[in-house]
Every structure is written in structure tokens, then in C-alpha cells.
């Protein structure tokens, strides 16, 4: 049996919307034939999202007729621009729909709201792993209205952040929508609402949400019971929820519903407080002040609880005849020392109020539990940062700002962050990137900023100039230097190199340090005048760590093969006396010996 082609929406002269389509009454014709699954399939990629080069005159196409129609003529029916970029998304979730309906094996106007839910996904990551990967991003706005024209899907709220406002013009068009906003406006305006203004946002947005719910684009057709429902389900939060109860007066100004009921003073009116003469008088009071019903139903409230103390404290006080100046000075003390919540009465039962309530997380859709909020409501971000952390600051005596800016809830995110990246035993980069949550890593890497101290520890255990220090004794003689004969050119630093001692002060800028060319600063030890050196009393005995190059090291390290290739260089290199070996008569083939007390060592000097 074939289900009857929907018929295209059309406006009458007063521009009414009416549904774009007749969804077929059939319940047998839910299945999906044998023959229209094979015909998807022959049919492919290629030719269901019309991509170019495709055959429109595949058999196919006839087979699937029942299923193409209703897409056909929501696409037809919604109001968007006629350009490539929307059409090839109208055209990408025809294919998209055709698919899931051979997969599936049922029709699209049998689906519940959990499965076109489940194709939507809360996100637009979920979005992605449902539907093919050839869909693109821009397919699930376009989806979103098919699921509400051809399945009557309409929880929107469960899908994350999402643009509504967009899809009620999509849905219902752009001028009728705009149309009957400006109508709130004018009434809105008139009374002096910021809603009235032109560059107001959250009329419309609030509006559409409305027109989506009820599922006509209408002022007429919003009434009571829908406002209700609203607020009863909560389906606006925060400033939506306030521009609902504007909407609500602006509509039952036009005749369509009914105002909304007023909120303030019905409270307070069942407190008691105390003996009942007390509450005589502030009941009397409240009956006959002038001030406004909030103002008169707050100083009611303070005087009840001033009843409640008088009873529990000076029950024999209960009629305000008998106060007397101790009576007033007891009170006056235990107002000083009151603290929230003593002598009050709760009128309202606390069984559904217990806890806080979830919210629905933006970008996930999920219920989470708040971190901050006041009253069953969200603390806005600009509120947390403005206001409560400066604040905190200012009670812990720590600065409100650092080198980075400002201390905001996502600077301790960050902070945080990067603790954890350059702990004792850090997160690695992924880890991280799963512990914060995000999706790339390319995100995370600007937590995870390495520390100086960090830093510095990675340098230091990398060792690289360590290799390439050595240490060697010198003998500082304590005498030269005391006596000023340093300052007029004596030795007093004598570098012990094994076989000699050198007086040269530069030592560590000798080029001959390691193969020593014995010029006019070399001393042998078996000369007289270095046993008259060993022989003074106040000598002290140092280490000193030498930087090496490459062919020192090498030298030390590699044996006499390393130690002739640094001869052969240092040759014609002139030794801190002036000449070099070759003018000293050393040849260069000659076994020098390399500095014998050389040992492994840090970068200072230190006594021995």
C-alpha cells in the first residue's frame, strides 16, 4: 500500500502556517519493503546525496518513491536560502534518512524520539559517530527540522547548545516569525521593557522556543496551560525563564491567555510567630500600612521572628504592654549575637528541596551537578570572576592578579594543569587531555607549561657540560697573596699537573693545559725551585674543575692515539710565554705526559 504524497504547506490571505506535510495513517506501512531497501542500495552514495555525474533516471528512483516524497517536500517547505551550500546539506540528509530507513527497516514516520534523538546525539561529536562520515556538520541543523516536521521531535533541550532561533525561521519562515516578535515589541515597548528595543536578543530566542514547543509560529495559539508547562517542566532557565513572564503579559494583553499570577507576599502570610497577642500586632500592622506589599510583607516577617525569640526567651513578655527596658535590652544583645537562620519558620517543606538541582550541561546535554549555584539557579561565569574570586582573594590576602592577568576560575583550571603536568610523577599529555576533557591535544599543550624549576631539573640531569669538566689540584700559596707579592707579579696559583707544576694564572685558557709545552711557567717537580715551593708551611691545597674540549676529552678518555692528534695540532700553537713547542725544541712526536690527577667533578672549586 503506498502512503499519499504529502501536500506542500500553503499560507491563506491572513499568512497562517499550517503542517508541511500529511504523515501516512497506515500503520502497516511502517516496514520498509524488500524492494526499497534493495533499491538504496543499488541506488549508493554517489546518486542518494546527487552528488555531480549522478543518474537521475536510476529505477531506483521510482522504487522509492514513498520514502522520497515527505523528504522532498520538507525541503520544499523550509525557509532557506538558495544557495550550494544549503542545498547540498537539504540534499545530504535525504541520503542521510534513506539510509538509516534501509538500516533500520522501518520508515522515518515511525520512529520514536529516542531514535531520531539517538541520530541527532547530544553534540555535534555524537552527531558524527551516528551518521555516515560523508554527513557533514552543517547536515544536523537540517536534520533537527526534518525530525520535527516528518517525527514530531521536539526535545531540543536535550541536544546541547543549539540554535533555535535559527530553526524556527528555517521551520516556520524568517518574515512570519520576525512578524509576530514585533508584535511582543510594541507592547513590550510601550510599557517600558528592554525586551521592546530592536537589538534585544532574548525576546526572540525565548519566543521561537515558545513557537517550537507549541508548534505553531502563533500568538493566538499560545495560552495558559502552555506557559504552565513551561514553567512547571522548566524548560527556560535563567533570564529566559524572566522574559517568559514579560511574554506572558504582553500576550494576555492581546486577549490570548491569561496573566500571569502574581508571586509576591503569598508567603509570608502563613508565618506565625509567637504567642498569638504578639502576632496580633504585626498581622494589624501589615493590614493597614501603606508601604508596598514586599516592603510591608518583609518588616512582618522580622517582627513575627522578634515573637518567636519572646516566646522561647521571655515568655512572660508576650504582649508588648509588658516590654520593659530589660526586656528591650535582652533583645537588642540577642539581635548582636543573631546568626542566619535562628528564630526563623520555614512555611515550605524542605522533602523536594533537599540537595541541588542538575543541570543541563551546554555542550553535552547531559545532567551535572553545579559547582556554584545560589538558589537553584547557576552563578553566571562574569559573577565567579567578577565578584566571588576577588572577593576570595581579598579575605586570604593574596593578590587578585598575577603576571598572567586577572585570577579567574579558568586561570585555576589552568594552574592546576600545569601541577599536574610537573608533579613529582606528572600526567602525560594525554592523560591530561582526558582529566581536562578536551578533545585534541593541541588544546591541552596551553595548560601544560613546563616550569621554571622544571626546566631547570631536565637541564641539569642531562649532564651535557658535566661530561666535559674535569677537576686537578693547585697549590695556593696563602703567603704571596698576604703579602701583596701576587699583586706585583709573583706565582701564587701552581696548577699540579703530575710531572711540573704551572704558575700561569689562566691556567684554563692554556691550550697546552693537558700536553704542557714547558714553557717559562713550567716548574719540574725535581727541581730546586719547586722543592722550595713544597717546602713553604702555608700552602693550601685546592681543586679546580677545567672545562675540556673535544680533543682533551677525547685524550683523556681515548688513550696515546688521541693524545698524539692533540700534540700534532698544538705544534705550531704559541704556549702563554710566547714561543711555541716547535721553538721550544719539543718535537712533536715527543710522549708528553697528560695532567695525572684528573678526577670527575662539579663546577666549582672546593678545598680540600
Same mark, same amino acid.
Given at each position: ?83 550550494? !551550500? ?23 514516520? %515511525? ?24 554527513? %557533514? ?55 517600558? &521593557? ?21 508548534? *505553531? ?51 509570608? /502570610?502563613?508565618? #506565625? ?69 535562628? &528564630? ?37 561565569? #562574569? ?13 586570604? %590576602?593574596?593578590? /587578585? ?8 576560575? !579558568? !586561570?585555576?583550571?589552568?594552574?592546576? /594543569? ?24 593541541? *588544546? ?19 649532564? &651535557? ?33 703530575? !710531572? ?109
Amino acid at each position: 500500500m503506498t502512503a499519499p504524497l504529502p501536500a506542500i504547506a500553503a499560507e491563506d490571505g491572513a499568512g497562517r502556517w499550517s503542517w508541511p506535510i500529511s504523515p501516512p495513517r497506515d500503520s502497516t506501512a511502517v516496514a520498509v519493503r524488500p524492494a526499497e531497501a534493495r533499491a538504496v542500495a543499488d541506488l549508493g552514495v554517489r546518486n542518494l546525496r546527487r552528488l555531480q555525474h549522478h543518474d537521475p533516471s536510476a529505477p531506483g528512483w521510482r522504487v522509492i518513491v514513498r520514502l522520497l516524497g515527505p523528504l522532498e517536500a520538507v525541503n520544499a517547505a523550509l525557509d532557506s536560502p538558495p544557495t550550494p !551550500h544549503p542545498r547540498r546539506a537539504m540534499l545530504d540528509v535525504v541520503a542521510v534518512l534513506l539510509t538509516r530507513c534501509a538500516e533500520t527497516g522501518r520508515t522515518f514516520w %515511525g520512529w520514536t524520539e529516542e531514535e531520531w534523538f539517538h541520530l541527532l546525539g547530544r553534540t555535534q561529536a555524537e552527531f558524527r559517530q551516528h551518521a555516515p562520515a560523508w554527513a %557533514g556538520d552543517e547536515v544536523r541543523p537540517y536534520l533537527a527540522a526534518h525530525a520535527y516536521l516528518l517525527g514530531g521531535f521536539n526535545e531540543f533541550h536535550r541536544l546541547g547548545s543549539f540554535q533555535r532561533l535559527t530553526l524556527a525561521w528555517r521551520i516556520f519562515g524568517r518574515d512570519r516569525v520576525n512578524g509576530e516578535v514585533a508584535r511582543l515589541r510594541a507592547i513590550l515597548s510601550a510599557w517600558g &521593557y528592554r525586551l521592546g528595543r530592536d537589538e534585544d536578543t532574548l525576546l526572540p530566542i525565548s519566543a521561537c522556543q515558545l513557537f517550537l514547543l507549541n508548534r *505553531s509560529p502563533h500568538l493566538e495559539d499560545l495560552d495558559t496551560a502552555l506557559f504552565d508547562r513551561v514553567r512547571r517542566d522548566g524548560l527556560l532557565e535563567g533570564s529566559r525563564l524572566n522574559t517568559l513572564h514579560a511574554m506572558q503579559r504582553a500576550v494576555a494583553e492581546l486577549g490570548f491567555c491569561d496573566p500571569p499570577r502574581p508571586g509576591t507576599g503569598h508567603h509570608s /502570610a502563613r508565618a #506565625s510567630g509567637g504567642a498569638p497577642i504578639w502576632e496580633q500586632w504585626p498581622d494589624r500592622w501589615h493590614t493597614t500600612s501603606t508601604l508596598t506589599p514586599r516592603v510591608r510583607g518583609s518588616v512582618r516577617s522580622n517582627l513575627l521572628k522578634v515573637g518567636r525569640w519572646i516566646a522561647a526567651e521571655q515568655p512572660d513578655a508576650a504582649d508588648p504592654a509588658d516590654w520593659t527596658r530589660q526586656t528591650c535590652a535582652s533583645w537588642i544583645a540577642a539581635l548582636d549575637r543573631m546568626k542566619v537562620g535562628d &528564630y526563623v519558620q520555614r512555611t515550605i517543606g524542605l522533602g523536594d528541596r533537599l540537595g541541588k538541582p542538575n543541570f543541563t550541561d551546554r555542550r553535552t546535554g547531559e545532567l551535572v551537578d553545579p559547582l556554584f549555584a545560589v538558589r537553584a539557579r547557576r552563578v553566571s561565569t #562574569s559573577y565567579i570572576n567578577n565578584t566571588i574570586i576577588p572577593m576570595l582573594c581579598r579575605k586570604a %590576602g593574596v593578590p /587578585a592578579a598575577d603576571v598572567r592577568g586577572n585570577i579567574t576560575s !579558568h !586561570h585555576a583550571r589552568s594552574t592546576i /594543569a600545569s601541577q599536574l603536568y610537573n608533579a613529582k610523577e606528572p600526567m602525560t599529555l594525554f592523560e591530561l587531555q582526558a582529566w581536562l576533557g578536551h578533545r585534541s591535544p593541541q *588544546s591541552t599543550q596551553y595548560y601544560a607549561k613546563i616550569t621554571p624549576s622544571t626546566l631547570s631539573k631536565a637541564y641539569s640531569e642531562a649532564c &651535557y657540560f658535566e661530561r666535559n669538566v674535569r677537576t686537578i689540584e693547585v697549590l695556593v700559596d696563602r703567603d704571596a697573596v698576604a703579602s701583596g707579592a701576587a699583586a706585583g707579579g709573583e706565582p701564587w696559583q701552581h696548577y699540579d699537573l703530575g !710531572h711540573g707544576y704551572c704558575s700561569y694564572t689562566f691556567f684554563e685558557q692554556c691550550q697546552h693545559r693537558m700536553a704542557c709545552a714547558r714553557c717559562d711557567f713550567y716548574t719540574p717537580k725535581q727541581s730546586t725551585r719547586s722543592q722550595l715551593l713544597e717546602a713553604k708551611s702555608n700552602l693550601q691545597k685546592m681543586t679546580v674543575s677545567i672545562p675540556l674540549t673535544d680533543d682533551e676529552l677525547a685524550a683523556v678518555e681515548d688513550g696515546q692515539a688521541a693524545l698524539d692528534r692533540l700534540l700534532d695540532r698544538l705544534a705550531d700553537t704559541p704556549t702563554p710565554a710566547g714561543p711555541t713547542p716547535r721553538d721550544l725544541d719539543v718535537p712533536v712526536t715527543a710522549r708528553l705526559l697528560p695532567v695525572v690527577d684528573v678526577r670527575q667533578g662539579g663546577t666549582g672549586s672546593a678545598p680540600r
